[in-house]
């Protein structure tokens, strides 16, 4: 199988080493967009489905590491309706976690992301994007406290992430 894009390689079933300056993962047309200035070898994991053998378990749709420095789980969902629920983005991310922190494979830090396609609700109306944003601001915080860890959640095409984004200092460098 080619790898999934430009200056990335294969290295293992369901690993590729990435060099680009800016690489993606995607999945049905939501794509988490991560820049690499240095070009540093960063290792791309298809976890759900691929990595991850356990079949009954509802997991993240990647992961993204700057080795030996962290891991970020990442969970694309088509709409922010996904956010939430038995199978909804937050859950999944939860128990990637779980599994991934048994895994001798990981970083020694661990963070989350979230990238959702749309707003999609009953309530079109001007007053859904705040709605969304609490909704969003809430789910980052309970995950902080709860795991403490970071987790960012952000529509599709909104930002594009550096390491620095989740380390929150200047360790990516």
């Known amino acids: 199988m ?19 300056r800016t690489f993606f993962v ?10 690499n200035p240095s070009g540093k070898q960063i290792r791309k994991i298809h976890y759900d489905g691929c990595y ?10 990647f992961i993204v590491s700057l080795l030996v420095k ?20 937050y859950e999944q991310v939860e128990s990637t976690l779980a599994m991934w922190e048994e895994d001798e494979n990981r970083s020694p830090r661990i963070a989350a992301l979230i990238i959702y396609g749309k707003i999609e609700s009953k309530k079109k109306l001007p007053g859904r994007i ?9 789910l980052e915080a309970r995950f902080l406290m709860t795991h403490r860890r970071l987790l960012l959640i952000h529509e599709n095409g909104e930002k594009q992430f550096n390491f620095n984004d989740f380390l929150r200092s200047r360790d990516a460098r």
């Open 2 to 20: 080619p790898p999934s894009q430009p200056d990335c390689e294969w290295i293992e079933e369901c690993v590729e080493i990435c060099t680009a």
């Open 26 to 35: 995607e999945d049905r047309g939501v794509r988490a967009t991560f820049r």
């Open 52 to 61: 991850c053998k356990v079949r009954e378990a509802r997991q993240s749709d």
């Open 70 to 89: 962290i891991d970020v789980i990442v969970e694309l969902k088509g709409s922010d309706r996904n956010l939430t629920g038995e199978s909804g983005a």
């Open 130 to 138: 705040p709605s969304a944003f609490a909704q969003k601001l809430a």
